[in-house]
């Protein structure tokens, strides 16, 4: 299988080009680790002041640590900039509400809008709006599926999630010496893009082993949803060789059920890169062996985008001078072997 060949830029890319230097680390609770430095006016000319720019941003509600670590983030990032006014909006508990909430902020005629929709086919039409409008709109994480609805795309690799998750439990089998395994996956709200891309990465990586998955139950990206995922799963599958379980948030819930259900058998591999799951990888003493990465880091990244699309500015490392119209961070693995180097990332 060879993969759907994509253009990428990476994270460190973005960020150096944007005129930043970050290391975004949040705090489930009040984002204190959230780490922003903006570089130096000499060695990047992007980081000296220019023109306020007024960046309107809305996310959903932080129902779990990966979309609090988003707002934080973006908060953060921000603040770095002397010329940066966020004027952020309640996303409210679904697609209608935030449509809502941003047909109110796209009056105020806001520079630029940062926005991680609760569902991107629902809030196309409100990124087209936007854009009619005259605002530039950053979609961020959960894309349009319109082209015309946002200025810039920027968000995680789903697909690559999958893939990577793929990889890693293929290899660990074949060093095994497995041939026939029985693996298990956990995957997040089944209806959005997002899991569907991840699943089907996941999918495609087995494929090239020769193996495939034997059962799968969807959470929805809560410690509860995970708990009771894996319960079923676990009872479904009496034995199992590995779990790929999508999102580290719901893994809480995912490892209360293994450890409750007295099953250490195979091991597993989280998504997204949480800290307490970093810290389980180090201490290596679950069933938890690997996450795949999905860094919030793209928040911060989104804002100082937004800020040189609000300044007309291109970034700096590009010949081009514009920011690029779609950005894709690389997904990758920690295991044990290099989760010291991803800690201060974990969420």
Request: glycine share 10%.
């Amino acid at each position: 299988m060879t993969p759907i060949s994509r253009r990428r830029i990476l994270l460190g890319s973005a960020a150096a080009g944007a005129g930043l230097a970050l290391t975004a680390c949040t705090s489930n609770d009040t984002g204190d680790n959230t780490q922003v430095k903006t570089d130096t006016v000499g060695q990047n000319p992007n980081a000296a002041p220019g023109q306020k720019v007024i960046i309107g941003f809305s996310a959903p509600a932080a129902d779990h640590g990966w979309i609090a670590a988003i707002t934080n983030n973006a908060k953060a990032q921000a603040a770095a900039y002397s010329d940066v006014e966020l004027r952020p909006v309640e996303a409210g508990a679904d697609a209608a509400a935030q449509r809502a909430a941003l047909s109110t902020l796209i009056a105020q005629k806001p520079n630029v809008i940062v926005m991680l929709p609760h569902d991107g086919k629902e809030l196309n039409a409100t990124g087209l709006e936007a854009m009619k409008a005259g605002i530039p709109v950053v979609n961020l994480d959960r894309a349009f599926p319109s082209a015309a609805a946002y200025r810039l795309q920027i968000k995680g690799d789903n697909y690559g999630m999958g893939l990577a998750a793929g990889q890693y439990i293929g290899e660990q089998l074949k060093a095994k010496g497995v041939s026939n395994p029985i693996i298990g996956e956990i995957p997040g709200i089944d209806s959005l893009e997002l899991t569907q891309e991840r699943t089907k990465g996941f999918n495609d990586a087995l494929a090239t082993f020769g193996f495939k998955v034997a059962n799968r139950r969807p959470a929805e990206f809560t410690a509860d949803s995970g708990q009771a995922a894996a319960t079923a799963l676990l009872q479904a599958l009496p034995k199992m060789d590995a779990l790929w379980n999508h999102d580290d948030d719901q893994g809480i819930g995912v490892l209360a059920a293994i450890k409750q259900a007295n099953r250490n058998e195979f091991f597993m591999v989280g998504g997204a890169g949480s800290k307490a799951a970093i810290d389980q990888i180090t201490k290596d003493d679950t069933v938890l062996k690997a996450t795949v990465t999905y860094s919030p880091s793209m928040a911060s990244s989104a804002i100082s985008l937004a800020r040189l699309i609000g300044q007309g500015r291109g970034m700096s490392d590009l010949v081009e001078l514009q920011v690029p119209k779609e950005i894709t961070l690389a997904s990758e693995t920690i295991t044990k072997d290099n989760a010291s180097k991803y800690a201060k990332l974990g969420f």
